[in-house]
């Protein structure tokens, strides 16, 4: 940094008024060698690459720390106005994942096999081969469910209005997958649509949205997915300089 960026701003954040009516700290940010910053970008964009959504889960448990720390990465989102608009449900009980399996079925039977899905959607998803079986809900140790809270209630029961829901919980979502690939854990986003039975099922309140339900685990040895083609640097970047 120049020294003399500062003197580009005029205004500056905080203002003086600002940080008188509410806390503010310095930035604890570590600027990294060049070499560092390429090297750990190439790594990482290798370790994410390898990432993919497995279909079948081998049994194996995994020890809930690691769901609990990979929740807290995943709350390390930014969110609308720190709102923090999500609210995630871990599930290992053998009886529970039986319940969410067969409903998440009883759904995905209506989408696959009674036509909720249109033409174009069973298209789309022909070359995944994905059907209504989901045996992977009752074998994989752990099923996540991700709500997003379309508004918080306070301990005394006022309701308070939360922002940019879907952006904050989807970005948590992405975070939350990044965390479990670098554990070394497995998960698929799995959509079974409409998930309403996520919130009956598992108790939740009103006004939390089931958003993504993730079976986690290790995939069973010898798995097979899809060969999919990512796009291009070029067909996904557009750089205006
Ligand atoms: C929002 C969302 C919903 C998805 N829903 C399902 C689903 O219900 N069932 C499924 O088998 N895969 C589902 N997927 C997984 C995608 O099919 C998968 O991510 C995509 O084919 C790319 O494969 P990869 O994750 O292995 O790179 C979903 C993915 C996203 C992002």
Redesign the pocket.
């Known amino acids: 940094m120049a020294a003399s960026d500062a003197e580009l701003y005029e205004h500056t954040y905080p203002s003086p008024e600002l940080e008188a009516r509410h806390p503010f700290e310095e930035l604890r940010f570590e600027r990294l060698e060049p070499e560092v910053m390429s090297r750990r970008a190439h790594d990482f964009y290798a370790l994410m690459d390898k ?3 497995p ?1 079948m889960f081998a049994s194996d448990p995994v020890p809930a720390e690691l769901i609990e720390l990979a929740v807290a990465t995943a709350s390390t989102a930014p969110s609308g106005a720190h709102k923090q608009p999500w609210r995630f449900v871990a599930v290992q009980d053998p009886d529970v994942k039986a319940k969410i399996r067969a409903a998440a079925e009883d759904e995905e039977r209506v989408n696959y096999l009674e036509n909720r899905m249109n033409e174009e959607w069973q298209e789309a998803l022909a070359p ?1 081969g ?1 059907d209504h079986h989901k045996e992977f809900l009752e074998v994989a140790p752990w099923l996540v469910v991700l709500f997003e809270e379309r508004y918080e209630v306070r301990p005394d029961g006022e309701r308070r209005k939360n922002y940019y829901v879907k952006e904050s919980t989807g970005i948590a979502a992405g975070v939350f997958i990044t965390a479990l690939h670098n554990m070394g854990l497995a998960t ?5 649509s409409p998930m309403a039975f996520l919130t009956k099922v598992l108790g939740r309140p009103e006004n939390e949205r089931p958003f ?1 339900l993730f079976p986690i685990g290790y995939p069973l040895p010898g798995v097979k ?2 060969t ?1 083609r990512r796009k291009s640097l070029e067909e996904v970047l557009v750089t205006v300089s």
């Open positions: 990432r993919r959504s279909r995944l994905t698929l986003t799995h959509t079974p993504v997915v899809p999919l």
